[in-house]
């Protein structure tokens, strides 16, 4: 396997990960407030870094965009979810980390596109 769908699949499985062992605390605790931080590891961290690696690893697309892509995307779950959970706790200094975290992810999804879109015109096999 290539190494940016190997990257992707790296950084969701850790992602994955965190958000199984997050939840098993929350429902042994019995204290769900996080819930909506724990969502958006799961969604934006598991789910959709692992989405855009099976794109990457069925495509073959490979480049300085998909790299760029990785990074965004991962480095936002990375700042925007904590970010999440200190403002579900009442602190607003989350709010820049959520917000920073967030436009990263935003990036790395136009960054995603891009790639997308550019392979309507990459040659096809014969």
């Known amino acids: 396997m290539a190494k940016l769908p190997l990257a992707f699949f ?11 062992v997050w939840g098993v605390v929350m ?17 934006l961290g ?18 300085r965009l998909g790299w760029i892509n ?21 602190n607003q200094k989350g709010e820049i980390a959520a917000t920073v975290g967030s436009i990263l992810a935003i990036l790395g999804m136009l960054a995603f596109l891009a790639v997308v879109l550019g ?3 990459a040659p096809r096999p014969a």
């Open 119 to 121: 392979r309507w015109r």
């Open 46 to 63: 598991w789910a959709t870094l692992a989405l855009m690696g099976g794109f990457y690893a069925l495509t073959g697309a490979n480049g």
């Open 27 to 43: 429902a042994a605790s019995g204290d769900h407030s996080m819930m909506p931080a724990h969502a958006h590891l799961n969604l």
């Open 70 to 90: 990785f990074w965004f995307s991962t480095v936002g779950v990375v700042i925007a979810v904590p970010g999440i959970a200190v403002l579900l706790s009442g």
């Open 10 to 20: 790296t950084a969701a499985t850790l992602c994955a990960l965190a958000g199984m």
